[in-house]
T-cell receptor, first 110, second 115 residues
Framework: GIQVEQSPPDLILQEGANSTLRCNFS?????LQWFHQNPWGQLINLFY???GTKQNGRLSATTVATERYSLLYISSSQTTDSGVYFC????????????FGKGTLLTVNP | DADVTQTPRNRITKTGKRIMLECSQT?????MYWYRQDPGLGLRLIYY???????NKGEISDGYSVSRQAQAKFSLSLESAIPNQTALYFC??????????????FGPGTRLTVL
């Protein structure tokens, strides 16, 4: 099956810093989503981005499907950005299941 | 109100007990999924359903069963719970016909502990 690798596994920032999280995947994808899992365990949809670039406030994402990677940018980080960021992909076919990476644990210190 | 709800939110049970986790959605989506998350790992698919009469196994279905009672409801059962089923369980929904293809939306999760 498809492999999804996220880097870095852990990241510690000071409030106000910028960061880039990366997601590499091993095959063509039909769908790519970024999620933020907050400290209470809830999964928050950030982007649905199988290709191209999207922006939402301080967050933006770019997927280069032909090169099989996606980037999540966080600018002017805040303590509330802390948590785990997951990339998940779907290769289409018969079940449309999402295959998740292991996530990047982000800690933003005040 | 939340679009995807799960009950209970937390549950502690004993080995050998039968337990049911329930999921309801008001998004009108046809597709529903159950995932589990273990510490330090991403989510893995247990079962999925594209319609009321459609049930499919995911990658880790052993020890679990599901029921799709209606378009809006999808329940997950552990027939005889064991400690390695301790995990965070998520329900998700999607609508292939929507503007964003198969974007999946997740419920708040059920934290299950099996003693």
């Amino acid at each position: 099956g498809i492999q999804v690798e996220q880097s870095p596994p852990d990241l510690i920032l000071q409030e106000g810093a910028n960061s880039t999280l990366r997601c590499n995947f091993s095959d063509s994808v039909n769908n790519l989503q970024w999620f933020h899992q907050n400290p209470w365990g809830q999964l928050i949809n950030l982007f649905y981005i199988p290709s191209g670039t999207k922006q939402n406030g301080r967050l933006s994402a770019t997927t280069v499907a032909t090169e099989r990677y996606s980037l999540l940018y966080i600018s002017s980080s805040q303590t509330t950005d802390s948590g785990v960021y997951f990339c998940a992909v779907d290769v289409g076919g018969s079940n449309y299941k999402l295959t998740f990476g292991k996530g990047t644990l982000l800690t933003v210190n005040p | 109100d939340a679009d995807v709800t799960q009950t209970p939110r937390n549950r502690i049970t004993k080995t050998g007990k039968r337990i049911m986790l329930e999921c309801s959605q008001t998004k009108g989506h046809d597709r529903m999924y159950w995932y589990r998350q273990d510490p330090g790992l991403g989510l893995r698919l247990i079962y999925y359903s594209f319609d009321v009469k459609d049930i499919n196994k995911g990658e880790i279905s052993d020890g679990y069963s599901v029921s799709r009672q209606a378009q809006a409801k999808f329940s997950l059962s552990l027939e005889s719970a064991i400690p390695n089923q301790t995990a965070l369980y998520f329900c998700a929904t999607s609508d292939l016909g929507g503007p964003d293809g198969n974007e999946q939306f997740f419920g708040p999760g059920t934290r299950l502990t099996v003693l």
